[in-house]
Each structure stands twice: as C-alpha cells, then as structure tokens.
Nanobody, 113 residues
C-alpha cells in the first residue's frame, strides 16, 4: 500500500525559502518517477515538478522554474522540493504524488509578509 507523508511546510516571507520532504513507503520507491503538486484555495491542482526514478532528470512548471529544485534519496525513500525566492502566489497545499495517482495529505506553504 502506497504511503506518502509530506513535511516541511510553514509560513515564510516573500523571498524566503523552504524545503519540503515526502517520505514514501509501501512500494519500490527507486523504480518510480515522483511528482510534486500544489493546490491553492479555490483552485485546481497544479503540477509543480517531477523527478525520474534515478533522480537524474527533472521537469518543472514554468511558474517555478529557476526557483524550485526537486531531488530524491533512493536510500532513504524521500523526495524533496527546495523552494527559493518564494512569492505569495506560491501559497498552497503541497503534496507528493505517485505516478499511479496516490498522494499524501500534503503540507501547507504560506508566503506572506
């Protein structure tokens, strides 16, 4: 059974940084690409970033390119999202998602002065 648990969210001022983590279990983590997705209040989910199974290939939404970095540790079964130069429009619930659809409960990120 796929289990994903995110952590690392919080409140930060514009221009600040946060590092999100997603701990995975219940499947062979190193065999799957992993995604980060976010959902702001009243809006549809927005795909943010993806990392391939080996960690060497990454993709980003245009809205976060150059500011966010996805990475993974296939020993610890964790996928990370380093978020720099945060903006108020980055405020959302962030969750990691298995390519077959399972997701974690998410961690809230609020960017506000």
């Amino acid at each position: 059974q796929v289990q994903l648990v995110e952590s690392g969210g919080g409140m930060v001022q514009p221009g600040g940084s946060l590092r999100l983590s997603c701990a995975a279990s219940g499947f062979t983590f190193r065999q799957y690409d992993m995604n980060w997705v976010r959902q702001a209040p009243g809006k549809e989910p927005e795909w943010v970033s993806r990392v391939n199974s080996g960690g060497g290939v990454t993709w980003y939404a245009d809205s976060v390119k150059g500011r966010f970095t996805i990475s993974r540790d296939n020993v610890k079964n964790i996928v990370y999202l380093q978020m720099n130069s945060l903006r108020p429009e980055d405020t959302a619930l962030y969750y990691c998602q298995h390519p077959e659809g399972e997701r974690g409960p998410g961690t809230q990120v609020t960017v506000s002065s």
